[in-house]
């Protein structure tokens, strides 16, 4: 009989399907397509995303490991809920990666790709309002911006701890980008960022998402606060 608790050996996480499963999987538990508590079977994964339940067993042990899941005896596996305290572990987490990624960047990062982070800058400085197109928009850019950064340290093995730093459920990303002032300053330290790598600037790259990740940092802070 097969049973649908994930092998607790750590997955081989180069296998394209288990990658492909464990990114589907993980947007819709932080888009809020699976809820929190959602108890989650390997079988049923494995249909819904089209694989073998070995693939589905592996993304289960890699979100777990994420902090996304919460693994039970005979029961597999559970959607874990998120707290305050959870967002801003995520984010202390990239407190510490973030700017170094930015700082590699600075040496490495291709005109393309400088031309993309100019162009996402300015369409955001566009978007006005806090209407849900609006906000579903900055998410999403501001998302690209990061991954642009992130791609161009150069560094697999950068990217991907910082992959498992990235777990902000969508709820509390639009809550942020609503905010005028944390948009505002967002924003701003998207256009000097963008700057300093484009002028190659090590230090001021660092430093600029340092100072951007600390206001998200203050900004859980004052939420959870209040």
Same mark, same amino acid.
């Given at each position: 009989?097969?049973?649908?608790?994930?092998?607790?050996?750590?997955?081989?996480?180069?296998?394209?399907?288990?990658?492909?499963?464990?990114?589907?999987?993980?947007?819709?538990?932080?888009?809020?397509?699976?809820?929190?508590?959602?108890?989650?079977?390997?079988?049923?994964?494995?249909? +819904?995303?089209?694989?073998? +339940?070995?693939?589905?067993?592996?993304?289960?042990?890699?979100?777990?490991?994420?902090?996304?899941?919460?693994?039970?005896?005979?029961?597999?596996?559970?959607?874990?809920?998120?707290?305050?305290?959870?967002?801003?572990?995520l984010y202390e987490v990239r407190a510490?990666?973030?700017?170094?990624?930015?700082? +590699?960047?600075?040496?490495?990062?291709?005109?393309?790709?400088?031309?993309?982070?100019?162009?996402?800058?300015?369409?955001?400085?566009?978007?006005?309002?806090?209407?849900?197109?609006?906000?579903?928009?900055?998410?999403?850019?501001?998302?690209?911006?990061?991954?642009?950064?992130?791609?161009s340290a150069g560094s697999t093995s950068?990217?991907?701890?910082?992959?498992?730093?990235?777990?902000?459920?969508?709820?509390? +990303?639009?809550?942020?980008?609503?905010?005028?002032?944390?948009?505002?300053q967002s924003l701003f330290c998207h256009?000097?960022?963008?700057?300093?790598?484009?002028?190659?600037?090590?230090?001021?790259?660092?430093?600029?998402?340092?100072?951007?990740?600390?206001?998200?940092?203050?900004?859980?802070?004052?939420?959870?606060?209040?």
């Open positions: 009989m097969t049973t649908d608790a994930p092998d607790p050996t750590r997955p081989t996480t180069d296998d394209t399907t288990t990658r492909r499963v464990l990114a589907s999987l993980r947007e819709a538990i932080l888009d809020g397509d699976i809820a929190p508590g959602t108890r989650l079977r390997a079988a049923a994964i494995a249909e +819904r995303f089209e694989a073998s +339940r070995t693939p589905a067993r592996e993304a289960l042990v890699l979100l777990a490991q994420e902090g996304l899941v919460d693994l039970i005896p005979r029961r597999g596996a559970v959607v874990r809920p998120f707290e305050f305290g959870d967002v801003l572990d510490l990666l973030e700017p170094y990624a930015a700082r +590699r960047a600075a040496t490495r990062v291709d005109s393309a790709t400088l031309d993309r982070m100019d162009a996402i800058c300015r369409e955001q400085d566009a978007l006005t309002g806090d209407d849900a197109d609006t906000i579903e928009r900055h998410v999403a850019l501001n998302s690209e911006f990061h991954s642009l950064v992130v791609g950068l990217a991907a701890s910082l992959a498992s730093a990235e777990g902000v459920p969508l709820s509390f +990303r639009r809550r942020f980008w609503r905010d005028e002032m944390f948009r505002a256009r000097e960022l963008a700057r300093a790598l484009r002028a190659g600037e090590s230090d001021m790259a660092e430093s600029i998402m340092a100072m951007h990740i600390q206001g998200a940092i203050v900004y859980l802070q004052t939420m959870r606060d209040h």
